[in-house]
Structures are given as structure tokens and as C-alpha cells.
């Protein structure tokens, strides 16, 4: 029987894969069989054309019923693949092994041109395609106002992981004050940065740059009616507190913001509507003052850091019982501006203290720019504001209550500033409650807005962010730096906003209190 096999095998490994088509046997329409899987097919059986989609991965396999017939020698193997095409590669037989080559198991064999791979093909020991698992939705965070306050907690949020977006109603305040020193329009005081802003600063890694162009002040300079001078320091071991122009650091916040990947600033968005209840935002669009098309926003989390007069505050007002207290105290504020020193271009006063011009009723201070100027502040009440109508009632002030600042600013420059800059009121904010389940939170003025004589506003305002990222740790745990954080437990949120509540609160009512 072997002989015979032998002697059918070697008749048919000489034919061409020409001559196996011209057999008789239709690779396209031939029924398939069981025996289509033997390398030999006994007269009158016709071999499968789905014999090749088999594939020889399947032919390796151990089963009784795929394997070669017990009769067959060992060196015959159920995949063979002969060159031309796939159905001449069915159709072919084993080759042959040479004398001095010895039996390799046939799963060893090698492979030549296999040809076009099934992609429906699988084997015994093939794993089922694994299901493609999305990426988790990002947190999100919204925060309304651009200011010192709302830049520094964008910082705190993304070095979480959150994705932010932050909107101001007013234009890129970079396009007004691109320097160290540039002008901020006479509406703000200008800012003495101490120990609690300074570590939230450094904190979330913001204060390189800044503590580079601060003005340290070690005491406050008294300028007395008899024109003396007196020095009181701050401390006896070099404590101070440091001048920082507000123009300056909100410019340099914002640019650490640009460069963060999380978080993205929208310019000229103004606040008209905020619903609580599904964090839905509604802005209104303006460019150079002309109003456009709204835009609708909605996040996880909203920060409202849109100053004292906080819309975002009054739609936390309508979904929490909420105690609010306002109080306008009978004093206003106007900047003034001491150019250098026209010889040599320096300071006209020493630039290492706060100065003040106390009155019984009303004050002037001034505190150092890095250009060598001065800003300085006039507090008076109202009363004293509406009497001053003409050039002569402002000079005949100076020259009664302050006439060495008069000397030092000039009296084209006093007037100039005066009459042009815009007067401020001063205001004083208490709320009992800041956030809203895990949905919203209040920071800086929109919480707890204070008058500018303890120096301390801009300081709290900027601790907040540092006391509300200390209670998110304590809940929801350290900040992750990786690039998908986990969304957090809204119930582990509701509970880091209410404890930044509880503790936050008596401590803002205090320093407001102080500063009256």
C-alpha cells in the first residue's frame, strides 16, 4: 500500500499547477467533504474550494479529527501550500523530504508563499477581540472673572486635572498693561502682597516672577502737618510686606495660564444668566464694547471670582439660604501718580516703606512702582469729593493738608490725574455660606469683599484658593499630575465645599471687620 502511495505522490508532485485544474476538479464549485482536509483525496472525492480558509494555523491543530490519518507516515503534514494561487495551494500535495533530512513534526514545517490571509480566520487558541474601553469625560470647571483670584484657581484646578475654562467680561487686561509698571487705569489701589498671598503664590508654583519684581516695604513713613518724617517698621527681624502692581501680576497669571494645556481663557464673555441647577452658563459676546451673539457653557464645577458685585453670587442666592450683608462706607478713593525725580531719574521719596498722610477724617498713601513712581491713593469721604468742583478748591486742599506731596507730584500732574481718574466707592461683603452642593463655589471679593485699610483683600482673596485645594485633598485626595485624572466622588466634592464653607467664613468675617 505505501508503495503505492509513494508511487501516486511522485506522479502527482511533478504535475504543474496547471495541469491539477485540467483534472477535473472545480476549486469553485466542488462540494465540500470531510475527506477535503486529507493531503490525499481517493478517487471519485473532490476536495473543498473553503478547504484554504481553513488556514494552516487550524491544520496544527492537536484534535484526532483535523490531525493526519494513523496510516499515514509521519513526515506527511496537513498544511502544504504549493507557489501560485490559493486554489493551487489547496490542491497541492506535501513536497517531499530529502533522504538525509530527518521527519519534522508537522506543525514545524515551514510556510512559503501563504498567500492572502482570511480576515475572518481564528483558531482554537485565538482570544476574542477585547471591547475598546472610553476614556473617561474630563472634569470641568468654569470659572467667571479673570482676575488675580480666578487665575490662581485655575492653576489649583488644573494641577488636579480638571479642564478649565475661564471668562472675563473685559478685554484682555494684558492689551493695557503689557509691563512692570504699566498704568491701570486709576480704578485700582495698588496692592501690598503679604505672607497669605505669598503662599498661595507659592504653592501652585506662580510666584517666580512675581517676588522678582515686588518692592519690599519694611515699616510705614508717617509724613507729619510739620513736615517731619516717622518710621515705624513692620517687625524687628526683617518682616515686610511688598508692593506688586496689579496690572503686572494679573498679566503674569495669565500667562502661566497660556501655557497650561488644561485650561483656556475667554476674553469679553460677559456673565448674564447662571442656572445652579445644571451648571449652565449663559455669556454675552462684546467686542470693542458692540454686544453679540450669546454663548451657552456648562460644566461640572462654577467658581465665581467675579468681584463684589457678583452676578454669579446672586444665582447662588436664589438656590441657597444664603445671609448677605452689604455695607458701602461713606468714603471714596481717586489714584494719583509721583513721576521720578527729574535730575536723576529716581525716587522722590524712599521706596522702602508705605507711606501715609494720615487726617482725622481722610488720608493720602503712596506706595512704589519698579519705574521709579509712585501711585498714590487719596481716601476721603464723599462729602469732601463733591465739594471739590474746580483746580482751586483741589490745590487749596494740598496746599493745607499735604503740601509736601504736592511738591513732589507737581501741580500740572495733581490736577491732571485728579480730574481725569474715575473715584471709587468702597464696599464691604459678608455671606454666611459660599458653595452650593458640589456644584459652586464663591472665592476672593464675590465671598467676602473688604475695604483696602488692613491691607489684606487681595491676600485673602488669594488664600482662598490655597484653604479650598487643602479641604479637596483632604476629600478627594492630593492633586494628581497624570494626564487623565479620576473625576471626583460628588458627594466627597459637596463635602470639600462645605467644610471650605464652615471654616472660611468666620475667618473672611474677621479680617472684614478688622479693615473697618
Avoid at 59 to 71: E, H, N, Q, V, W
Amino acid at each position: 500500500m505505501f508503495r503505492r502511495l509513494r508511487s501516486s505522490r511522485g506522479s502527482s508532485s511533478s504535475s504543474s499547477p496547471s495541469s491539477a485544474s485540467s483534472s477535473g476538479v472545480d476549486a469553485t464549485t466542488a462540494p465540500s467533504s470531510p475527506a477535503a482536509s486529507s493531503p490525499l483525496i481517493p478517487p471519485g472525492r473532490t476536495r473543498s474550494a473553503a478547504a484554504p480558509a481553513a488556514s494552516t494555523a487550524a491544520a496544527t491543530s492537536a484534535s484526532p479529527a483535523s490531525g493526519p490519518s494513523p496510516s499515514l507516515p509521519a513526515h506527511f503534514s496537513l498544511s502544504t501550500t504549493a507557489p501560485g494561487t490559493p486554489d493551487a495551494a489547496a490542491l497541492a500535495p506535501p513536497p517531499v523530504l530529502p533522504p538525509n533530512r530527518a521527519a519534522v513534526a508537522p506543525q514545524q514545517l515551514p510556510v512559503k508563499n501563504p498567500g492572502p490571509v482570511p480576515r475572518t480566520t481564528t483558531t482554537a487558541t485565538s482570544q476574542p477581540p477585547q471591547p475598546l474601553v472610553a476614556a473617561p469625560k474630563p472634569f470641568t470647571v468654569a470659572i467667571v472673572g479673570a482676575g488675580l483670584v480666578g487665575s490662581l484657581s485655575a492653576l489649583y484646578f488644573a494641577r488636579r486635572g480638571w479642564h478649565v475654562n475661564i471668562y472675563d467680561s473685559r478685554q484682555d487686561p494684558r492689551l493695557d498693561a503689557p509691563s512692570t509698571s504699566a498704568p491701570t487705569g486709576g480704578r485700582s489701589i495698588n496692592l501690598a502682597l503679604s505672607f497669605r498671598g505669598i503662599s498661595a503664590l507659592r504653592d501652585v508654583g506662580a510666584h517666580q516672577g512675581i517676588l522678582d519684581s515686588v518692592i519690599p516695604l519694611k515699616g510705614r513713613m508717617l509724613h507729619l502737618d510739620n513736615g517731619a518724617l516717622a518710621s515705624h517698621p513692620y517687625g524687628q527681624h526683617g518682616e515686610c510686606i511688598n508692593s506688586v502692581d496689579r496690572g503686572f501680576m494679573n498679566a503674569h497669571l495669565l500667562n502661566d495660564l497660556d501655557r497650561h494645556p488644561r485650561v483656556t481663557t475667554h476674553f469679553e464673555h460677559d456673565l448674564v444668566a447662571a442656572d445652579l441647577a445644571s451648571n449652565r452658563l449663559t455669556f454675552r459676546r462684546r467686542s470693542a464694547g458692540v454686544p453679540g451673539s450669546d454663548v451657552v457653557a456648562t460644566s461640572d464645577l462654577v467658581v465665581g471670582a467675579d468681584g463684589a458685585h457678583s452676578r454669579l453670587r446672586q444665582s447662588l442666592m436664589r438656590v441657597e439660604r444664603v445671609d448677605f450683608e452689604q455695607h458701602y462706607i461713606d468714603h471714596g478713593y481717586v489714584e494719583l501718580h509721583m513721576p521720578p525725580d527729574e535730575t536723576t531719574g529716581g525716587y522722590r521719596m524712599d521706596q522702602h516703606h508705605l507711606h501715609i498722610w494720615p487726617k482725622h477724617s481722610y488720608m493720602l498713601i503712596a506706595l512704589p512702582n519698579p519705574d521709579n513712581t509712585f501711585t498714590l491713593t487719596l481716601f476721603m469721604p464723599w462729602s469732601r469729593f463733591e465739594a471739590i468742583k474746580t483746580e482751586d478748591d483741589l490745590l487749596a486742599l494740598f496746599r493745607s493738608s499735604f503740601p509736601d506731596a504736592l511738591r513732589l507730584i507737581g501741580q500740572e500732574r495733581l490736577v491732571a490725574d485728579y480730574f481725569a481718574n474715575p473715584k471709587g466707592s468702597l464696599i464691604s461683603i459678608k455671606c454666611n455660606r459660599y458653595h452650593h452642593s458640589s456644584r459652586a463655589v464663591l472665592l476672593g471679593d464675590a465671598a467676602h469683599a473688604m475695604v483696602p485699610f488692613f491691607g489684606q483683600g487681595m491676600n485673602c482673596g488669594l488664600e482662598d484658593c490655597l484653604v479650598l485645594d487643602a479641604a479637596l485633598s483632604k476629600h478627594l485626595g492630593a492633586p494628581s499630575a497624570g494626564p487623565a485624572a479620576d473625576r471626583p466622588d460628588p458627594d466627597a466634592l459637596a463635602r470639600a465645599l462645605a467644610e471650605f464653607s464652615e471654616t472660611r467664613v468666620p475667618d473672611a468675617h474677621a479680617i472684614c471687620d478688622l479693615a473697618m
